[in-house]
């Protein structure tokens, strides 16, 4: 297991360092340098400004101190945002993210594995058409399109709620968009889980316990949840990933303060250093998801040997 | 006794495909999806040339004007007056010649670097592999903001960059199916018998690669238009004037408090056509690989 654990842990490092680095260089292989703008700086000014940033350097050089940065954890300035550097507007942002984020996905793993079990012990009931429904509007409905559908009729038609904004964390701002998340994870969570439970309940250990006699919770609760339940953990890698793209969506449309936000407005206003800091953030960070998702697979499941 | 082109005759009758299209033809589902799908992209392709308003002139007399009959604004107009039909139309244009564009070139990608994996095998094999699974770990939907970011917004580097980041899962497919397919029984039984190389790889390799490689197919070409939507409704895809799905929906869910149809039309459009495509795949796999149900 623990050299299992550090195969795994050293073959993510070279995924980071060429996300890094193929980022980092194609940032500087576009012309026009950060301070040719419309207003005419003296030489000395600009001197100054590229000794600062460390532009008068050669290439190699500010790549080394740009990864140096980064290992100590300093995304380095905004270009747009004079007196922001890039952990200060991430530091804003991230706990916005964080709670829709975490929040719809431990909801939708709530919720979409209660509605696997029920879809696959009852077949062809209400609550298995209500998955593969679900599963379908997941997989067709776009997040842009059903998130603007969502306003329309919560927040426009009915008025319970606000179509956007953000107060200070006040819950009532919170609900739409951790709906929008949840119904589409939720959508992939409980097709999953409805198969490999399905899967699970025809194997020759579930005949044995049901041919003991055990009723049906404990045949389901104690035999077979455990081992259905190895794909939606296998699930939870590509599900952070693609919460990443609804997260920028649903940031968009529901106005949030948060990283995606960032992101976009970061790529509208060309903010060089914002965009570059915030894609190798999340990717550390799916990388080392990935890495616990993938750990905590090889730990759940006996077949898989290190 | 009956002579050997006898029992060819007899043993003939149904190849692979004529059996699979058989079967294609029994899911309802997918014929009308296909159906469907066809009418749109003929509508996309000819309906704009048919209808009397133009995708970029503005109509003054009606802005954001209801769907009517009257003016010939079937779908109204959004905020500055054009025809939001002609808009749609011409928008679907765009986005299936992305969703095709990409789709054909992540496909041949996918195809050309999982079967190399798969038939040298090795440490070039685990290698290509290991630079899949990095692929799969980048969030890519940054990465392409960041390419869009850089180097700006072009039609063709919206496909490339969609492109770089959608030809791993056909690529794990075919390396898979390669390396299972030459294992096979059926190959060595044929190998067997004296079939020489060239005719096991088009006889018995090609086909059973051909049929993952069309269903992976349907499955790439939504995903990639979802991708190019996804980048034009975040303002990072096609700019105006010319105009996608994903550029109508973003002006849509902008005026949809007043104006709803500017955003329930592009956006149905859309879903439908997703939809459909999702159907065909579904259909295809069935058609072509009974095993899987």
Redesign the interface.
Known sequence: MWSYTLRRVL??I??ML??ITV?YL??H??PGGPFDSERKVSAAVLANLQAKYHLDLPLWQQYLLYLKSVLQGDLGASFRYADWSVNDLVASALPVSAIIGGGSLVLSLVIGVTLGIFAALRQNSMVDYLVMLLG?VG????S??L???L??IFA?GLQWLP?GGWNNFELRFMVLPIVLLTVINVSTIGRVMRGSLIEVLHSNFIRTARAKGLPTHIVVLRHALKPALLPVVSLI??LA?SS??SA??TE??FSLPGLGKL??N???N?D?TL??G??VL??VL??AL?LLVDLAYAWLDPKIRY | MLKANEIEALVQGRSLWSDARRRFMRNKAALVSLCLLAFIALACVVGPWLLPHAFDSADWDAMSAAPSWKNAHFWGTDDAGRDLLVRCLVGGRVSLTVGLLATLASVSLGIVWGATAGFIGGKVDSLMMRIVDMMYAIPYLLIAILLVTILGREFYLVVLTITVFSWMDMARVVRGQTLSLRSMEYVEAARAMGVSTTRIIFRHIVPNLLGVVVIYTTVTVPGVILTESVLSFLGLGIQEPMTSWGVLIQDGAKAMEVTPWILLFPAGLLSVTLYCFNFIGDGLRDALDPKER
């Open positions: 073959s993510a070279p995924t060429v996300v980022c194609l940032l292989a576009t379908n997989s067709a409905v776009p842009f399109v998130g603007p559908v306003i329309i426009i179509a890698g590509p990933i990443i793209t920028l969506v968009t449309v992101i976009v970061g790529a509208g060309r060089y965009v570059l915030l894609v999340i990717t799916t990388v990935n």
